[in-house]
């Protein structure tokens, strides 16, 4: 921080030093004429200071507690008070009184779609000032995050609403969804959002996060579980954990009934909408902005049509050190080669609610996974890599595979090998006394407008071969798109292929279909076996670890399973 006379000449400067340990991150200056810093400084949230313009001396204010009321996200901007400093954090601005310390709301945001990052076409922009206008009513200066060069002014208010509030509960809300309620709020004249969110951290203070979290979550299911709680759920954090559980106790509404009445047709939408929390015909959730991803792996290990079992034999014939997937240990692993079972291949039958682990199979997926578990500091060849197809430029056809020796290794599935869809699914609480406010927000989700502006691709098909155009558009005219890929051999990102308008017609042939195929037949993940995938997983760590034997292990399993299988049938 400098500060510079008419002329051009400093007068004094702060630069972080041997006894500075701090730097200036943000200042402003009040309507008294103070200059006010946030002074950040590593491991310790931000803390507020007053500069003497005319010294260059900073007296760090520590009567005001900063972090004391919202101690996993510490991070502010500042702006101008009416009668001093004022704070601008994820959830509130507030007034902040130098001298006593004293914190005075001026906007509060929790319950509410505002957020304090925006975007819009194609750029990112983030809160470079602002000031209290008056008592509830604020201005802030937007500007882009890339360059600066665009820039606007926002006044917010508050305001009263007449209108039936709908609960809408996750821990944390994403910036499509609160544009969606915004836009809701705006044009529904019976109900209105609010939103009950937890929030992300700012990466300090970690496991005291992530332990308010945990109590957060166990707070709302509790509410869910005894027929109480927010109207909408979003995720299975706030069920606890176990969505198949929770619906088999009837804690969540079946929607199908609400989408037959209001005329939402599912051939009208990908099956990945609604199938991740559908059991039997019924649906429980919707998912109007998934993704979808794929393991692509080294083919001699993954074949062209290898099934569980084959993949197991070739890795287990491999002789050279390698690690199946980066960053993926042993534990992980074998939960990656189980999920994707609704019976765990054969090992739990859910009809006769019984269990067997001795058989050959699994001992070779244990096997396969302590071998090829990823470890800190392992520079091994990895067989594998996770690629996310966020659209169909980055989704590597059959014949791309081919040419770089791959093929689709998962996910595996009961029925073969399909990408894997991914998605916090939308529910509603069969306790909620608004069901019908909470559908007319689903279903608002569902609609064409909000569908064309999702983070990834519309799940209305509609919608979708509008999107397609889009992006087929980006190319036309020479404009090439490079697909980059991180090297599953050297762990180095490399561009895998630039696509230019010559390459239209293999797009259209050949990339296009094959990424409409994958999403016709993506899968989620089998809701019930998440609790016995928790009991395998970690049991199996005393194998991986050497302190128990293959067969000690399954013996401990297989009981703790046939337990947990039992209990299930005396409920």
Known sequence: L?????????LFSIEANDSI??????????????????????????????????????????????????????????????????????????????KK???TDVLLFNGTSYTTTKSGGGEVYIIKDFR????????????????GNTAFMERLNLETVQRIPIVLCAPVIDYWIKEQIFRFNQENETYYIVTDEFGMGDGTRETEYQ??????ARRISIQVATGKGPDILIGEEVLGGNVADMIDKGVLEDLRPYMERTGTREEDYFPITFQAWSLGDKIYGICPNPYISALEA??????????????????????EKAVYLEGVDSRALLRLFLEGSETLWGMVDWEEETCDFSGE????????AGRYGDAPNNDCQRIAQKVQYYDFYRTTSLSELEERGLALAGWMFDDGCHALAEDMPIAINAGSVHK?????????????????SVMFYPVKRDAFVKWEETWLQRIDGLQAVNVGMENRITGEWENIRSYEAKDLEFLKAEKIPYFLKMLEEARYLPLRTKPILDIVCEEAEDYFSGSKSAEEVIEVIENRVRLYLNERKAQ
């Open 436 to 452: 019908e406010g909470a559908w007319e927000f689903l279903c608002f989700l569902l609609q064409e407008e909000a569908q064309e």
């Open 132 to 147: 209290v206008v008056e008592k509830g009513c604020v201005e802030i200066l937007w500007s882009d995050n890339s360059n």
């Open 298 to 319: 080294d083919r001699n290990i993954a074949g062209t049509d290898s099934d569980i079992k084959g993949m197991m034999e070739a890795l287990l014939a491999l002789q």
């Open 211 to 216: 332990e308010a979290l945990e109590d957060y």
């Open 101 to 103: 310390g004293k914190m």
């Open 361 to 368: 199979l699994f001992s070779d997926i244990l096997e396969a």
């Open 2 to 10: 400098r500060k510079l006379d008419s002329q051009g000449k400093e």
């Open 21 to 98: 340990t701090w730097r200036v991150k943000d200042v402003c200056q009040a309507s008294d004429g103070k200059v006010y810093l946030t002074i950040s400084e590593l491991e310790r949230e931000d803390r507020l200071a007053e500069l003497d313009e005319d010294t260059g001396t900073v007296t760090i204010l520590e009567q005001v507690d900063t972090a004391s009321e919202n101690p996993f996200r510490q991070s502010f901007d500042l702006g101008a008070g009416m009668d001093g400093p004022a704070m601008c954090r994820w959830t509130d601005i507030r007034e902040v009184d130098p």
